[in-house]
Nanobody
Framework: VQLQASGGGLVQAGDSLRLSCAAS????????VAWFRQAPGKEREFVAC????????YYRDSVKGRFTISRDNANNMVYLQMNSLKPEDTAVYYC???????????????????WGQGTQVTVSS
């Protein structure tokens, strides 16, 4: 499985961005895909995921109501729509794929076997 993240940029607080994750080697419909982020000096953290098949979604509390994860099965893409961005959302964002899809570990980065290269999101105040 190969993942390519894109769509990052420099925006102001309150603006929106949509990140894209292009997948190859496996369909996104049959793969649990997540977004993680890592801010400077901090550990990488879970942001959101969309589970395979049924497409259940999960979010970290700080992004609930602002971020939406979705997928386009026809184009084998996963998106992260980010609205009302805050300076604390500044980070490198990574998409990752988990082939095992165990509910108890969907927020755990150790469960994800494949990772994209990351895209920088910078939110200025």
């Amino acid at each position: 499985v190969q993942l390519q993240a894109s769509g990052g940029g420099l925006v102001q607080a309150g603006d929106s961005l949509r990140l894209s994750c292009a997948a190859s080697g496996r369909t996104v419909r049959t793969t649990t895909v997540a977004w993680f982020r890592q801010a400077p000096g901090k550990e990488r953290e879970f942001v959101a995921c969309i589970r395979r098949n049924g497409g259940a979604t999960y979010y970290r509390d700080s992004v609930k109501g602002r971020f939406t994860i979705s997928r386009d099965n026809a184009n084998n893409m996963v998106y992260l729509q980010m609205n009302s961005l805050k300076p604390e959302d500044t980070a490198v964002y990574y998409c990752a794929a988990d082939l095992n899809d165990i509910l108890s570990t969907v927020r755990d980065q150790r469960a994800y076997e494949y990772w994209g290269q990351g895209t920088q999101v910078t939110v200025s105040s």
